[in-house]
């Protein structure tokens, strides 16, 4: 695998739909682009061809490169489950009126037809006002897509900062220097 890798190419594996396991390689430069692009449905083209659903892609220890990535066969009128990015957009009334616009959070995991999968979810902000938020069942979705969790979950608000004061400082702090840690151990090992 680390051979196959330093030659620029990502070990696949594809599944499903009662046909057997494949072990596939991609290109490292084709496997990023679809990434980058936050592509979900791929069509494969080359020794095996088809739609295909990613399912998981491994990464590094640090996260910087795609070790391996899982796929899965499906059907262009089946249902899947995707977990997708949301993507603010607008311009909220409330931030005029001094509030900060926060995505509380970053996915929704949604069921859809594997052709009506998006690259995204756009969060609309456009009516936020202050003291506002916007939940998941406020998102706009494909068409007959569905979400998977609670649609009462909040996804962004629009709040006042708070100010941070410098007796919540003087509060927490008991004076002195901290203690370092190991300092002991250093003076023991010199006497």
Known sequence: MKRLRQTGKIPAVLYG????????????????????????????????????L???????????NVLHVDLARVDANEKVEVTLQIVLHGEAPGEKDGGVVKLVENEVTILCSVSAVPDNIVCEVGELALDGVVSAGDLQLPEGA????????????????????????DDGAEGGQPEVIGEDKAEEGGE
């Open 54 to 64: 990613v399912k998981e892609v491994q990464w590094d220890a640090l996260g910087s």
């Open 17 to 52: 739909h009662g046909e057997g396991t494949v072990m596939l390689t991609a290109s490292e430069k084709e496997i990023n682009k679809m990434i980058d692009q936050g592509s979900h449905i791929v069509n494969l083209d080359g020794e095996v061809s088809g739609t295909v």
């Open 146 to 169: 569905e979400l998977t969790g609670s649609p009462d979950e909040t996804i962004a608000s629009c709040q006042e900062p708070q100010e941070q004061t410098s007796e919540a400082s």
